[in-house]
């Protein structure tokens, strides 16, 4: 069965960086479009990123410039680079892939911004 385990999480301070993966399993992944979404408390999940199965990228305005998403096919994962974090980071980042009509979601990983 299809599986997405996210990793990378944790805790950081105000300006730091983290990278998180994303390794699935069980799919065809070079065909997926891969997205990071996240949660904070008390709000909807929102989308991060996302790349497309040919290397393209889209980002949320308030991750331009400082978050990076990134592939690897030979490894079937996915990465989030994320740069200068701020507090408004902090939330449960999840992975999903998407084609056609399925799509599948990872089990999330927290992220906390704190000094």
């Known amino acids: 069965q299809v599986q997405l385990v996210e990793s990378g999480g944790g805790l950081v301070q105000p300006g730091g960086s983290l990278r998180l993966s994303c390794a699935t399993s069980?799919?065809?992944?070079?065909?997926?479009?891969m997205g990071w979404y996240r949660q904070a408390p008390g709000k909807q999940r929102e989308l991060v990123a996302f790349?497309?199965?040919?290397?393209?990228?889209n980002y949320a305005d308030s991750v331009k410039g400082r978050f990076t998403i990134s592939r690897d096919n030979a490894k079937n994962t996915v990465y989030l680079q994320m740069n200068s974090l701020n507090s408004e980071d902090t939330a449960v980042y999840y992975c999903?892939?998407?084609?056609?009509?399925?799509?599948?979601w990872g089990q999330g990983t927290q992220v906390t911004v704190s000094s």
């Open positions: 790349i497309t199965g040919g290397g393209g990228t």
């Open positions: 069980g799919m065809i992944f070079s065909i997926y479009t």
């Open positions: 999903k892939a998407k084609h056609r009509a399925y799509d599948y």
